[in-house]
C-alpha cells in the first residue's frame, strides 16, 4: 500500500509537474513578447505624450468682432479684419517657433458671441487668453497700447470666495497671473519700440469675467490717429505687432517651470 501509494503519487508528481512546466513554458511563449512590447514600447511612449500634453502650452487668440460686427470703422478700414490679419501672424510665429498649442476663436470673418469665445477658450482648458482691438477716440493724437486685466466691483469681490462655484467670478482666481501677462505684454512691446506709450488698465470686462485661465485683452492702437491708420494698415507694421505680442507670450510661458518652451 506504501508503494503503491508511493508510485502513485511518484507518477501524479511527474504529471503535475510536467502539466505546471508546460504551463510556465506556454506564459513565457506566449506573453513574454507581448509583455515586453507593452511595457517598453507602448507604455513609454504614452508617458512621453502625456507629459508632452501636460507641460505643452495652450493658447487661445481672440481675433474681436466679425461677421455683422466689423468693430472700429474707419473708411475701408474695419476693426475686425485687422485683428483677425495680426492674431493669424501671431498664430504663425507660435506654430513655426515653438511646440505650444494654438487656436482663433475665429478663423474668418464669421460671428461670434462673447458666450462662444469664452466656451471655446474654457473647454479646451487653455493656458492663455489674449483677446486683441483696435480703438478709436475723439482726439485723433491719441495713441497707445492699453492692456485691460479684468476686476469686479467691491461688492462682487465681497464675493469672490465663492469664485469657484460662479462662472462670473472665475477670473479672479487667475487675477495675479493675468497682471503678469500683462505686464510681459507691456514688456515686449516697449522693448519693440512700436508704441511710444503703453498703460495697464483694470476694469470689470464682460468678456474675460468667465474665463477659466490668465486672460489679457488688449487694445492694439488707435484707428482715429491717422498715421497710426497708415501703419496699421500695411503687412510690415502688422509684421511688426505680431512679433512683439508673440514675444510678450513667450517670455510670459518662459517664465513659468511648468511648461516646456521647445
Ligand atoms: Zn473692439
Known amino acids: 500500500m506504501n508503494k503503491y501509494y508511493s508510485n502513485s ?6 504529471n503535475y509537474f510536467k502539466i505546471i512546466l508546460f504551463f510556465l513554458l506556454g506564459i513565457f511563449f506566449v506573453c513574454t513578447p507581448y509583455h515586453l512590447a507593452a511595457e517598453e514600447i507602448p507604455s513609454n511612449s504614452f508617458l512621453f505624450t502625456e507629459n508632452r500634453q501636460m507641460k505643452r502650452p495652450c493658447i487661445i487668440l481672440d481675433p474681436a468682432h466679425g461677421g455683422q460686427d466689423k468693430g472700429v470703422v474707419y473708411e475701408d478700414i474695419f476693426e ?7 492674431v ?10 515653438t511646440t505650444f498649442g494654438v ?36 482726439s485723433p493724437n ?9 476686476t469686479y466691483s467691491r461688492e462682487e469681490l465681497k464675493k469672490s470666495h465663492n469664485f469657484k462655484s460662479s462662472w462670473e467670478l472665475i477670473q479672479q482666481k487667475h487675477f495675479e497671473q493675468s497682471k503678469e501677462l500683462a505686464s510681459h505684454i507691456e514688456k515686449a512691446a516697449l522693448s519693440s519700440s512700436l508704441w511710444s506709450l503703453i498703460t495697464i ?13 490668465p486672460a489679457v485683452l488688449i487694445e492694439l492702437g488707435f484707428l482715429s490717429n491717422l498715421k497710426e491708420k497708415e501703419k496699421l494698415k500695411t503687412t510690415e507694421y502688422q509684421q511688426y505687432l505680431a512679433s512683439a505680442l508673440y514675444d510678450g507670450i ?13
Open 9 to 14: 503519487s511518484n507518477k501524479k508528481n511527474k
Open 80 to 86: 475686425k479684419n485687422i485683428t483677425l490679419d495680426i
Open 88 to 97: 493669424k501672424r501671431i498664430e504663425r510665429l507660435i506654430v513655426e517657433r
Open 103 to 138: 487656436f482663433l476663436t475665429r478663423e474668418k470673418d464669421e460671428d461670434k458671441s462673447s458666450l462662444d469665445r469664452v466656451t471655446f477658450a474654457n473647454d479646451r482648458k487653455a493656458t492663455l487668453f489674449l483677446s486683441f482691438h483696435i480703438n478709436a477716440h475723439f
Open 142 to 150: 491719441l495713441n497707445e497700447m492699453q492692456i485691460y486685466i479684468n
Open 201 to 213: 488698465k483694470k476694469m470689470p470686462l464682460y468678456l474675460l469675467r468667465s474665463i477659466d485661465m
Open 250 to 262: 513667450l517670455t510670459y510661458i518662459s517664465s513659468k517651470n511648468e511648461y516646456s518652451t521647445f
